[in-house]
């Protein structure tokens, strides 16, 4: 080894990092009056702590969502348009949106008539989807609901069981009431083949409705499940779901499209989520249509116990980690086995899980 090789080993590179550095308390960095240029995205454990003084808060719920940062809040009856306050801007939320429609909040009305959102209140349950690929990103659409109505149709486009497996498994996560509403009853040509479908969801005490707004059959069932309660209508597009809506509450006169006669795809005609109350009481969140639903990969050991009908057997499989894929003294395989969990149902249960 040659001197100038001796030397550069001798040389010690920089690690850009600090040692046995003594650092002041978060509470004393947050009270410096720092450049907010230089101020890192902080985590929002701390963001319900409002340090202004002088605020005039009033509590509100989210309506309707503008963007990101703009909101139709209802307090008192009465329509506020509200930002969000930069505090909370400041903070890093695990969601893609910061606020969703139905969020209880807090406004600010100290500068009006210019209101601001200054603290999201805790949500009891949420319904969300989340971005593809390996970084998935919540995307709340509808907050603090009580039932979701699952909105799918017979034909144009065709019933998609798979999507209706995806939201019970989602209403079983997130804890919130499904209904299966089958819409386009009067274009349906199997009844018999449908009702053999839907017999599985009735027998594992699922809500399901059929509903053909040209007859008029099941809407009067429908609005009585709906009275005095939050609902999101969501699903499928082209589904009929607007105009589902429309022969309930004519007077909302929601916009409707046509189903493409080639790809038996719907258009989206509801652009943005928004609260909306019915006349006969409750309320409707009513959300873009949803071409795929999706879970987050983290949900994936929770799918063997929250797969509609596996609840009455999960309990009795030998391993408490049981996939029901290949385990000895599997619950779920032998029900397969006994054709009293449809086989259909299983091939649509192993999709979900191998989607995560």
């Given amino acids: 080894m040659n001197q100038r090789q001796k030397d550069k080993k001798k040389l010690k590179r920089a690690s850009g990092r600090l040692n046995m550095a003594d650092l002041p308390e978060e509470s004393f960095l947050e009270a410096l009056d720092l450049n907010p240029q230089f101020k890192s995205r902080r985590t929002n454990t701390k963001s319900s702590q409002v340090l202004k003084d002088n605020l005039d808060l009033r509590n509100g719920r989210v309506v309707e969502i503008r963007s990101n940062y703009n909101s139709i809040v209802d307090i008192s009856g009465e329509h506020f348009s509200c930002t969000l306050s930069g505090r909370m801007k400041q903070f890093s939320f695990s969601t893609k949106v910061l606020v969703a429609v139905g969020d209880r909040v807090e406004v600010d009305f100290s500068q009006a008539p210019v209101y601001r959102i200054e603290n999201i209140l805790p949500r009891v349950n949420s319904l969300s989807r989340f971005d593809e690929g390996k970084f ?134 509801t652009s943005q989520a928004i609260l909306i109350p019915w006349s006969f009481g409750g309320y409707l969140v009513d959300t873009p249509g949803i071409k795929t639903i999706n879970l987050h990969q983290r949900q994936k050991e929770l799918i063997p116990k929250v797969f509609p009908g596996f609840s009455r057997y999960y309990p009795n499989c030998y391993f408490r980690s049981c ?34």
Wanted: hydrophobic share 35%.
């Fill in 136 to 269: 998935q990103k919540e995307i709340v659409v509808a907050a603090n609901i009580d039932q979701v109505v699952i909105t799918v149709s017979c034909k144009m486009p065709d019933l998609k069981p798979g999507l209706i497996d995806r939201y019970l498994c989602m209403a079983e996560i997130y804890s919130f009431d499904p209904i299966v509403c089958i819409t386009k009853l009067d274009l349906c040509e199997d009844r018999q083949s449908l009702d053999d479908i839907l017999s599985y969801y009735r027998s594992i005490g699922c809500k399901v409705l059929l509903t053909s707004i040209e007859s008029g059959e099941g809407l009067s069932s429908l609005k009585e499940l709906l009275k005095d309660r939050e609902s999101v209508f969501s699903g499928q597009s082209g589904a009929g779901k607007s105009s589902l809506i429309n022969a309930i509450e004519p007077s909302l006169q929601l916009a409707t499209a046509e189903v493409s006669s080639y790809s038996e795809k719907g258009k989206h005609t």
């Fill in 323 to 356: 996939t029901h894929r290949h385990e000895d003294g599997c619950a779920v395989l032998e029900a397969v086995e006994n054709d009293t969990i449809p086989f259909c149902r299983y091939e649509s249960y192993l999709r979900v899980y191998d989607s995560l």
